[in-house]
């Protein structure tokens, strides 16, 4: 369950082109390596046959296979793995960059439909060894020359209880090309698709978005206005297929005796529901802080002239300073590059390469996907990253967040191509703990109180909106996933109930019901969001460690960045002496908030 790597481009027995379109400013990233100027053709020739020949050790398999055998048998699976991901990342990033490109959708629906059929004639691995005896099993998963595949093989055996037979896998794979996948393309389709006329032009909603942060609090209102009308104006088709989305997701829970909807997330994290409904809680406990926070930060900013309502449509009012916020794509960038630098300097390096290697697109284009992602396509090829600068500090942070998830793949690439991949909580780290570091370095560089005061508000802004605001997203999946079937009403009463706990007595208009149908995660990633919570406050505890050890953390740092995807979580925190089912460590995060807001109360006195 959950979403699979995919892809797309038309067959040719010619070179791919440069796949980027021009614009006006900044980068547009070179795909061409990842496909090795090879013809789509030839790579699907090249799969084929590497499929062809690790069909051909089925006969082996049995529960005396040889460790040699085993192991020809496993590196071949990573060849076709990653040849795999690779044209399926090469289509997504194509997809990201224009989602109206017909030519791609076209393509992408095909290789979809390839890919999968391809992997339904190597299921049979992954069931076998799932299924076979348990001595056995131990005899290859301790083997010292399988040593790098072996919280691979560990992952496969965890899956057991939740797995069917071969034939009935094979036909939940067609089924999501046609259900899950399917509904969260046309949700993208649908919402890429999006054009506001907002002070008399037409713009994205990226660039609509940036609005909801501007100086003028009648912009953040009608900002905030356009962008849930549309969404209001598009809620029942949207409300639909979140409700299909849901059911179906429903349907496997059942079908493979998961727990709870949210116990899928969970076992795919390699987390127990334990530490996630502890570090829930403890963020549930402390949403009123935040709520002290925004009257603060209002308090503030209508002593300074910027007179507004205590309202959610000014959540993200910026400080009313003199300080500028223009921050141009060239500066931010030698801003996030220097600060890795102060870091350490293997941090630069690995952020620089992917700079170099032109791997990011930096900016908003009509019909491309908004927000930011990194994309890790295999070990062998440096992260790819889709930004959408639009010169306000937030996008530096951004910046540091995503190229913070690159350095984390490079250092990870000593893993095998099976987990070099951190789960969805550890992933967060590196990003967060960017962010913790840009930060520090505003803070830093800051020559006066009135330049304190904005980056710490720019800090809790950022906290409030990866801690709290990615929480109760969780929180409301948690109840529409519990209530398959639910109309639309009741999930926009549902939500809007969830905001008035969230901000106690400010003041919430109707219109913000409809705001969790413009967040793709829920849609496209059910349970995504708690990553975000999960990393952040993490972070707080991690970056508390670095101040107290200086460059004896970073070593440990890095360690731990390397783990990739390669061990448990539990037992990569248990090595700094962490547990994350105990909610006193996450309280750690909060006690470092308070003392932010505590720091904030002080320079306004």
Not at 62 to 90: C, H, P, R, W
Not at 257 to 282: F, G, L, Q, W
Not at 376 to 384: A, E, G, N, Q, R
Request: hydrophobic share 35%; proline share 2%.
């Amino acid at each position: 369950m959950g979403k699979k790597t995919i892809s797309n481009k038309k067959k040719s027995n010619k070179p791919i082109a440069k796949s980027a379109k021009p614009i006006s400013q900044g980068e547009v990233w070179n795909l061409d390596e990842i496909l090795g100027n090879k013809s789509i053709d030839s790579l699907l020739a090249d799969l084929r046959i590497k499929i062809d020949a690790f069909t051909k050790f089925r006969q082996k398999l049995n529960d005396n296979i040889s460790v040699q055998d085993f192991k020809d048998m496993i590196v071949l699976k990573e060849d076709i793995t990653v040849l795999a991901n690779k044209i399926g990342a090469y289509y997504q990033l194509r997809f990201a960059e224009d989602s109206s490109d017909q030519k791609t959708l076209s393509e992408l629906t095909k290789i979809k439909q390839l890919l999968t059929e391809l992997s339904n004639n190597m299921i049979f691995f992954t069931l076998w060894f799932m299924h076979i005896d348990d001595k056995a099993a131990k005899r290859l998963i301790d083997a010292k020359e399988l040593s790098k595949y072996r919280y691979f093989l560990l992952d496969i055996r965890k899956l057991k209880p939740y797995t069917k037979t071969e034939e009935i896998e094979q036909i939940m794979n067609l089924k999501d090309l046609t259900s899950s996948e399917a509904l969260t393309t046309l949700y993208e389709l649908i919402t890429n698709s999006f054009v506001y006329d907002f002070n008399g032009k037409k713009i994205n909603e990226e660039e609509l978005r940036s609005y909801t942060h501007s100086k003028d609090a009648k912009l953040r209102k009608h900002a905030y206005d356009a962008l849930l009308n549309k969404y209001s104006e598009n809620s029942t088709v949207l409300n639909e297929i979140y409700k299909d989305i849901i059911m179906d997701w429903g349907n496997e829970v059942k079908i493979r005796h998961y727990k709870s909807p949210i116990n899928v997330r969970n076992i795919n994290n390699d987390i127990d529901d334990k530490a996630v409904e502890a570090m829930m809680n403890v963020v549930k406990r402390n949403a009123p802080l935040f709520t002290e926070y925004f009257r603060l930060k209002q308090s503030l900013n209508n002593r300074s002239g910027d007179k507004y309502p205590f309202s959610r449509y000014h959540l993200y009012a910026p400080y009313n300073t003199k300080i500028s916020e223009a921050y141009d794509y060239e500066k931010s960038k030698q801003m996030v590059l220097s600060m890795f630098n102060d870091f350490d300097k293997r941090f630069y390096d690995a952020a620089k390469n992917i700079f170099e290697k032109k791997h990011v697109h930096s900016h908003p284009m009509q019909n491309k996907r908004g927000g930011a992602f990194c994309e890790c396509v295999s070990t062998d090829i440096l992260p790819y990253l889709l930004l959408n600068h639009t010169g306000k500090l937030q996008d530096v942070f951004t910046m540091a967040h995503e190229l913070g998830h690159g350095i984390h793949y490079t250092f990870s690439r000593v893993q095998s191509n099976f987990t070099y991949h951190a789960s969805l909580p550890m992933a967060e780290t590196a990003s967060t703990f960017a962010e913790m570091l840009l930060a520090e370095k505003l803070l830093k560089e800051s020559g006066n109180d009135e330049i304190k005061k904005y980056i710490i508000i720019q800090n809790l802004d950022n906290n409030y909106a990866k801690i709290i605001r990615q929480v109760y997203f969780v929180l409301f999946e948690v109840y529409a996933h519990a209530n398959v079937g639910m109309q639309k009403h009741d999930l926009e009463k549902y939500y809007y109930s969830l905001l008035k706990e969230q901000f106690g007595n400010m003041e919430v208009p109707d219109a913000f019901k409809n705001e969790w149908n413009y967040i793709p995660h829920i849609h496209e990633s059910p349970f995504y969001c708690y990553a975000y919570a999960w990393g952040n406050l993490l972070v707080l505890a991690l970056y508390d460690m670095y101040k107290k050890q200086g460059k004896a953390f970073v070593e440990k740092y890095v360690k731990l960045l390397s783990y990739g995807g390669g061990k448990s979580p539990k037992d990569m925190l248990a090595e700094l002496g962490i547990d994350p089912s105990d909610e006193k460590f996450w309280e750690t995060g909060f006690a470092i908030i308070r003392e932010e807001i505590e720091e904030l109360k002080r320079l306004t006195r």
